[in-house]
């Protein structure tokens, strides 16, 4: 049954997380009409007017106040990440439905001139009082906050006191009407960080989608990101995921639309490679990697160069099998061997991998789609899947997207012994695939430990010729501390559980024999005997 108390419309539930959610499923809606309409998918249009209708009403009669600061800040969103096409037609929609919330509610409207006039009813007034503990109590704890029972139990004393407004039991003495208040003070700067994860994490996946090139991708990711946006603003006068409905709501949306729009993305990846493409590899007894490895690139390369320093094992005869383009020489440093292979590609494009990455079937697509019509950028970077002990490793240095695929013309390799790079020329435009690049970097824990010495030393052979020095054993320790913090925990290598914290102190240890390496040879040096001057 449904009533009227109060100006605002109830019924079995409560009437501000349904027109809270109410409006947000219609600035949704919104967001994917005119993909309908310009498909002319006249069923799909006509059902999505009816929906958006009936939701607009919906969140109208429920008289919630704070629809007024979300709506007007959603459909701005709305029309700046829509297209053309689609921004008169939301901004006419939305600026109608914004004019008739204001000049046909009059609980909203009296609500917000009375603020403005300095005079506020007991919801307004009781959510500052409650707002100002809930800072005091953060300010009291602030890494873990005082816990939900001492948020309700400082409630109850501050009213008991006299300090606090007896309004508050039954109101607020469970949560503080605002989320990141509520979550500073019951969990602190860590709650708040998880808090803050949970709604940027959706929205950044989304935006990066916004400006998809097929427009069903683009309209359904901006309707994703008006979810988190929506619970940002209603969360600055609700406390909405400490109710059941809000997270239940957002649980399923975001992960509806998710599965939904890459789905989508999946689906768009038929586009037939028109670019000419030459994949270089550098290989030195890569006999267990090399097959896999080449395999990966066939669907994506119309020449394979693979240049070899020597191998003592099957990796020359295994190539073979793949191309007849294979190149036997000595050992100059990464970067000066993959400038070899580079200077043998012939295509216009080139795609430069290690013998221990393998392109994922996805990734390969997503290549060949790109190639397919005129690229959208001039070099690519393709994000690595790192695995390791059983486990792909998605944070720490392992969350990188190296750059790997890129248009020949004025490119070249730096001359670095290690961790080379691809030097493009001013103004070219990079971008981010999504597809993954398996990255098997260690066979077992001895081969970590081997082939992290052995980079650690040539890093420190590398800086030495540039002419860097070190005279004490302090810089490298703290350079290790350094890494270890960047490692495990600003780029969030704990994420990655047990092996996560095993990699962050490979890196340490790593780090701190590169320049330990640099520090003997600094300190050779300052040894060395001078000759003595003839007479």
């Given at each position: ?21 109410s409006l ?41 106040r704070n ?45 917000f ?64 009407h ?40 683009s ?81 994506v ?44 590609a012939?295509?216009?494009w ?11 079937s ?8 790109e190639l ?9 970077k ?5 695995t ?38 001013e ?32 890093g ?31 780029r ?44």
């Amino acid at each position: 049954m449904w009533g009227v108390s109060g100006g605002r419309a109830e019924g079995a539930t409560n009437p501000i997380p349904f027109g809270n959610l109410s409006l947000l499923l219609g600035t949704m809606l919104l967001a994917v009409l005119p993909v309908l309409r310009r498909e002319r998918l006249w069923g799909g249009a006509l059902a999505a007017l009816a929906a958006i209708f009936f939701a607009f009403t919906a969140a109208y009669l429920s008289g919630t106040r704070n629809n007024l600061i979300a709506f007007p800040v959603l459909l701005l969103f709305l029309i700046i990440a829509g297209k053309p096409h689609q921004r008169w037609l939301s901004g006419a929609l939305g600026g109608l439905t914004l004019a008739l919330f204001v000049g046909l509610d009059s609980r909203m409207s009296s609500g917000f001139s009375g603020l403005l006039g300095g005079m506020v009813d007991n919801g307004i007034q009781f959510r500052f009082d409650i707002w100002q503990k809930a800072l005091k109590l953060f300010l009291e704890a602030p890494i873990l906050g005082v816990g939900s029972q001492g948020y309700a139990d400082a409630i109850h004393q501050g009213v008991a006191s006299g300090n606090l407004n007896e309004g508050l039991i039954g109101c607020c003495d469970n949560h503080a009407h605002n989320d990141l208040l509520q979550v500073l003070a019951t969990r602190g700067l860590l709650g708040a960080l998880s808090w803050s994860l949970l709604l940027l994490i959706p929205f950044v996946q989304f935006a990066r989608l916004t400006r998809h090139e097929n427009g069903r991708v683009s309209a359904m990711a901006t309707a994703g990101c008006l979810i988190p946006l929506a619970y940002l603003l209603f969360g600055l006068t609700e406390a909405t995921f400490m109710r059941g409905i809000y997270l239940s709501f957002y649980l399923l949306t975001v992960t509806t639309l998710t599965y939904v729009v890459w789905r989508t993305v999946a689906e768009n990846l038929q586009g037939r490679r028109e670019q000419y493409l030459s994949t270089i590899i550098i290989t030195y007894n890569e006999a267990d990697n090399i097959r896999d490895c080449l395999a990966s690139v066939q669907p994506v390369s119309d020449e394979i160069i693979v240049v070899d320093s020597g191998s003592t094992d099957e990796t020359v005869t295994i190539a073979k099998e793949f191309t007849d383009n294979i190149t036997v020489t000595d050992w100059p440093g990464f970067g000066l061997q993959k400038q070899r292979a580079l200077e043998q590609a012939s295509g216009d494009w080139v795609l430069s991998i290690d013998a221990d990455e393998r392109l994922t079937s996805y990734l390969a697509r997503e290549i060949n789609h790109e190639l397919s019509h005129q690229p959208r950028a001039d070099a690519y970077k393709l994000p690595w899947a790192v695995t390791l002990y059983g486990k792909r490793l998605d944070f720490g240095r392992s969350g990188r997207a190296p750059l790997r695929l890129f248009r020949r013309e004025g490119v070249r390799f730096s001359d670095a012994m290690v961790h080379e790079k691809i030097l493009l020329p001013e103004g070219r435009r990079t971008v981010t695939l999504r597809g993954r690049l398996t990255h098997y970097t260690h066979r077992d824990f001895g081969h970590a430990l081997e082939k992290s010495a052995k980079y650690a030393w040539l890093g420190a052979q590398e800086r030495y010729r540039k002419g860097r020095r070190t005279k004490t054993l302090i810089y490298p320790t703290f350079r290790a501390i350094v890494t270890f913090v960047q490692v495990y925990i600003l780029r969030l290598g704990f994420l990655d559980g047990p092996v996560g914290f095993l990699v962050a102190m490979t890196y340490t240890q790593g780090a701190f024999n590169k320049y330990a390496g640099l520090w003997t040879l600094t300190r050779a040096e300052s040894t060395k005997p001078r000759g003595k001057t003839a007479k």
